[in-house]
């Protein structure tokens, strides 16, 4: 099937090539070694009783058997049907004679010097670059921390699942397609499906997707409000894996950091962002924000972390998960995308009031949600309007 679309694909292809050119196109053709299964193969010598999609062996076959003469003949008829449009002839006897230029007597050529200006500090940066110095934003990743030998025999469930960006990337995967509202039996048949799509096919592993969704849709995202979960919103509720993109200017290491400091998160801004030559930066903020929804009138960011942290429940406790929030600077990621939500939201809400309308932040970390501990696995937020004004002031490039 693979060779069959191949062929379809080299089909297309070749087509354009042969009608792009203006005013001629010439192309060598005759009984080349691997071509059987080729574009031009198909076209040109097609077997009279093949089927569409062809057999590729009986096309190959065919076209082996093919003398220079059968090919010529084929050849010779599709140019008289094509009205003069298409021309055929041998191609030229190679000549012993060898090409000489001749001699010139020119001025000496020399290169033009630029003389312009290119500017090295305009740039698409975002949280993964203000992080590890990266132009591109990288998907979500698990922070790599390699487990004890007696601690990773006694993971079970979640805990067990695997580690590292493609796990990350699978879950977020799963995520992005779920339906909140979904029966337990739709859940599982799309755990199924994207576990087997990214490799991961180990019954345990499915079973533990399965029931950390069941008690992620059932989480309490606000400890007083015990509706307040993702079963009662619905996929218009949701907007996922949300591009944004910003212009910034003149964002420093310095600037970053001194504004985020008297936010209370001296450690927010990561040591290495001092290191990276890219003080000031001009240019783009880019990133992706996993999911945006609203629910009561107010939206909120919510953001999936399949970070490990540990065997144990008591391992995603309000501390922990507080703790890998600085380890990890996503204090700094959030307060970006809540810059980037909140000029989003001013641009599409008809009379949008921060107070009125922005919900908050909500992060959280797959492997230790628990609907009876709402405290457990998540991270919530909600910065001031002031906070947001003064940081997108900063991005801004206002003093």
């Given at each position: ?136 934003e990288l998907p979500d990743r698990d922070r790599v921390v390699a487990p004890r ?251």
């Open positions: 099937q693979a060779r069959l679309e191949r062929l379809a694909e080299n089909v297309r292809l070749f087509y354009v090539a042969l009608t792009r050119a203006k005013h001629r196109c010439y192309l060598p053709w005759g009984g080349i070694r691997g071509a059987g299964t080729s574009a031009p193969s198909w076209l040109l010598h097609r077997p009279p009783d093949a089927a569409v999609p062809p057999p590729l062996a009986t096309l190959e076959t065919h076209f082996r058997a093919l003398t220079d003469e059968a090919m010529r003949a084929d050849l010779a008829a599709l140019s008289e049907k094509s009205g003069g449009a298409l021309a055929l002839s041998d191609l030229p006897e190679p000549v012993a004679a060898r090409y000489s230029p001749v001699a010139t007597t020119g001025e000496k050529l020399e290169c033009r010097r630029f003389k312009g200006h290119i500017r090295r500090d305009w740039l698409i940066s975002s949280f993964t670059y203000f992080h590890e110095g990266l132009r591109e030998p007696e601690a990773e025999a006694q993971a079970e469930g979640l805990f067990a699942f695997p580690r590292g960006a493609k796990a990350g990337v699978c879950l977020h995967d799963i995520l992005e397609h779920l339906d909140f509202q979904a029966r337990d039996a739709e859940m599982l048949r799309l755990v199924q499906e994207r576990l087997q799509a990214h490799g991961i096919t180990e019954p345990a592993h499915c079973r533990a997707v399965h029931q950390m969704l069941q008690k992620l849709v059932r989480l309490p995202l606000a400890q007083d409000r015990a509706d307040f979960v993702l079963k009662n919103t619905t996929p218009g509720d949701c907007l996922k894996e949300v591009e944004f993109c910003f212009p910034v200017q003149g964002v420093s290491a310095a600037r970053l950091q001194e504004r985020l400091g008297k936010l209370g998160w001296t450690s927010a801004v990561p040591p290495q962002l001092g290191r990276v030559a890219f003080d000031p930066v001009q240019g783009l903020l880019k990133g992706y924000i996993d999911m945006v929804f609203q629910f009561d009138g107010r939206f909120y960011l919510a953001d999936w972390k399949s970070n490990w942290l540990g065997n144990r429940p008591e391992d995603y406790s309000a501390q922990a998960v507080r703790d890998e929030m600085l380890r990890e600077h996503y204090f700094l990621q959030y307060h970006l995308y809540a810059v980037a939500l909140h000029k989003y939201l001013a641009l599409r809400v008809p009379g949008y009031a921060y107070e009125r309308h922005f919900g908050g932040v909500i992060y959280l970390f797959l492997r230790g949600v628990e609907p009876a501990h709402p405290d457990r696995g998540v991270f919530r937020d909600r910065p001031s309007q002031s906070a947001i004004e003064q940081l997108s002031a900063l991005l801004k490039g206002d003093k």
